[in-house]
């Protein structure tokens, strides 16, 4: 069976980084080919020594390549990029720019901040689950955890320890049920606590934006501490086209709160989508209704903010076990009821927001 190289080449380009999002034919991974009617011999060059995605890189292209091989033997050598192939990989990766935010209120990718006027309210495991709900609509997703003093969002995709991926000074974003993820609490150990001023908390987030690898994201979902704190105001400086998401539950003591994070969002510019109430009644096996924390708080937070109640969840013991499992329950228990009211709002937020339809679209070159 004749073999050319483009016919290696193009088997190639169906072999995807898992990290990059993008085929290793294209990030210049693929080195030299060489075909002869008895052996294929491939060289692939990973972007750094002791690359997390080594293993699948490598298996998924020897079975590209023996989908065309035929009786020929397989010799691959996996190697790593030089320094000038890195270099001129992330010039590509950041469209010849120096590190920057690529989040402007020009790009593509709507963000989604998910805010709360007090903790304990259930806003990480909401983020979670409609990023993932979102994801699962074909859409590229991507999950800030900007709440730097009770970071929790790698718990809740089950990716506790993971750390970025660093080629030379940028960051890739680990992955987890295809949603790529950044927290702090990838940088620090786990017995370690955070107590930093503002300054400091402003610039993690800015180089959050800037010094990470996102790729070409639909959405981009941030999980904020509760309050109109650091983060809240530096996020409304430097995302000021945000879309804002109040969570709050039923009683008062949070739903008093809790449109003054919309309020101050609004103040920044950004535009307030719409209110989640989580922990709402429960309907007991004997028909009773329990309303743990009380009622009509979502509704009161959303007319006081002038937007639509998107959605009122009730409390849910598989939301929480969810949470533990690190599996978000849209994924995990994808017929249970709150899955389908969060794939609901999920759906209103898709549907929500300022149109695209006209924005230039960005020149990419992987």
């Known amino acids: 069976m004749a073999l050319s190289i483009e016919d290696v080449t193009s088997a190639l380009s169906s072999v995807m980084d898992p990290e990059l999002r993008a085929p290793i034919t294209t990030l210049d991974m693929v080195g030299d080919i060489s075909v002869s009617d008895s052996s294929l011999a491939v060289e692939i060059r990973l972007t750094i020594v002791g690359c997390p995605a080594a293993d699948t890189i490598e298996r998924d292209v020897r079975q590209a390549l023996s989908g065309v091989a035929g009786e020929r033997s397989v010799e691959l050598t996996v190697g790593v990029m030089t320094t000038d192939q890195r270099t001129s990989l992330i010039t590509r990766l950041r469209k010849g720019k120096s590190p920057t935010n690529p989040f402007t209120p020009d790009s593509l990718t709507r963000v989604i901040a998910v805010t709360s006027g007090k903790g304990g309210v259930g806003k990480s495991s909401i983020t979670v689950n409609l990023a993932a709900a979102v994801s699962r609509q074909g859409f590229s997703v991507g999950i800030i955890d900007a709440d730097v003093f009770g970071f929790s969002i790698p718990g809740l995709l089950g990716i506790p320890g993971l750390q970025p991926t660093r080629i030379d000074d940028m960051m890739l974003p680990p992955v987890a049920h295809d949603i790529k993820v950044l927290s702090i609490g990838m940088f620090l150990g786990s017995e370690q606590a955070v107590a930093w001023r503002g300054p400091l908390l402003h610039r993690t987030l800015e180089q ?159």
């Open 208 to 366: 959050f934006l800037t010094d990470s690898y996102f790729g070409d994201l639909d959405f981009l979902f941030l999980d904020l501490p509760p309050g109109t704190g650091d983060i809240a105001i530096s996020v409304g400086q430097l995302l000021p086209h945000a879309e804002i998401l109040v969570v709050t539950t039923p009683q008062p003591s949070a739903s008093d709160v809790a449109w003054r994070s919309g309020d101050v969002a609004r103040q920044t510019g950004q535009t307030v989508l719409g209110v989640i109430e989580n922990m709402s009644g429960v309907t007991l096996a004997d028909g009773t209704r329990l309303d743990v924390f009380g009622s009509g708080g979502g509704q009161a937070v959303a007319e006081r903010l002038k937007v639509p109640l998107l959605g009122s969840l009730p409390l849910s013991q598989s939301l929480r076990e969810a949470g533990d499992r690190g599996v978000p329950l849209v994924i995990g228990e994808p017929g249970n009821a709150v899955s389908n009211q969060l794939h609901d709002i999920a759906s209103a937020i898709v549907q929500g927001g300022k149109s695209k339809v006209g924005v230039k679209l960005p020149v990419s070159l992987v």
